[in-house]
């Protein structure tokens, strides 16, 4: 089965590059997918298949994927990026999807 | 526009039964699965389920199975989440969410329905 490591938190000033990692053993190999979510909102896809972005996603929110770990990259981070990220893997096996424990950005 | 419309807030007492359910608007509800997502307060997602609406063929997360029941109802492109017996612990937000094939990313959320249990 899948784990999905994350780090609990990130803090970022604004104007710079928030670097968010989803650790797994060769999840490079696997579609990494990244959700943002503000308080009390539903997830927002910003980043599927590793790299690409739905549409009305800014390109501010870029995606890689390789070894071990999947980043999610947000670069001239504002304030209003500030909320928690998750990484989602499919599990072909049990036919679900499975979550990181996901990432409190904060923007100083 | 693709939308999945949640029913609204509920509060419940340990031991009653609820449904909650997830209206699909702009896309063909037949063709993609549903899944169901839990949170607690101030924790993660958890994967609870996925039907496709199509067949009704339904896989559980272990952690849910015999917990809870999901169905469809194709004539009002709706999913519903039902709880026999409700317990405390069931307090959370539910999200349904509609996954996109092949490379499964779950591309459109509902709002979140919350669910109190509390005597």
């Known amino acids: 089965s899948h784990v999905l490591t994350q780090s609990p938190s990130v803090s970022v000033a604004p104007g710079q590059t928030a670097r968010i990692p989803c650790g797994e053993d060769?999840?490079?190999?696997?579609?990494v997918h990244w959700y943002q979510q503000k308080p009390g909102q539903a997830p927002v896809l910003v980043v599927y298949?590793?790299?690409d972005r739905p549409s009305g996603i800014p390109e501010r929110f870029s995606g890689s994927n390789s070894g071990n770990t999947a980043t999610l990259t947000i670069s001239t981070v504002e304030a209003g990026d500030e909320a928690d990220y998750y990484c989602?893997?499919?599990?072909?096996?049990?036919?679900?999807?499975?979550f990181g424990g996901g990432t409190k950005l904060t923007v100083l | 526009e693709v939308q999945l419309v949640q029913s609204g807030a509920e509060v419940k007492k340990p031991g009653e039964s609820l449904t909650i359910s997830c209206k699909a608007s702009?896309?063909?509800?037949?063709?993609?699965?549903i899944g169901w997502v839990r949170q607690m307060p101030g924790k993660g997602l958890e994967w609870m389920g996925i039907?496709?609406?199509?067949?009704?063929?339904?896989r559980y997360s272990p952690s849910f199975q015999g917990q809870v029941t999901i169905s469809v109802d194709k004539s009002t492109n709706t999913a519903h989440l039902h709880w026999s017996s409700l317990k405390a612990s069931d307090t959370a937000t539910y999200y349904c969410?509609?996954?996109?094939?092949?490379?499964?990313?779950?591309?459109?959320w509902g709002q979140g329905t919350l669910v109190t249990v509390s005597s």
């Open positions: 298949d590793d790299a």
């Open positions: 039907i496709y609406p199509g067949d009704s063929e339904t």
């Open positions: 969410a509609r996954r996109r094939v092949p490379a499964d990313q779950l591309d459109c």
């Open positions: 702009g896309y063909s509800f037949t063709n993609y699965w």
């Open positions: 060769n999840i490079g190999r696997k579609s």
């Open positions: 989602q893997v499919w599990d072909t096996i049990g036919h679900h999807p499975v």
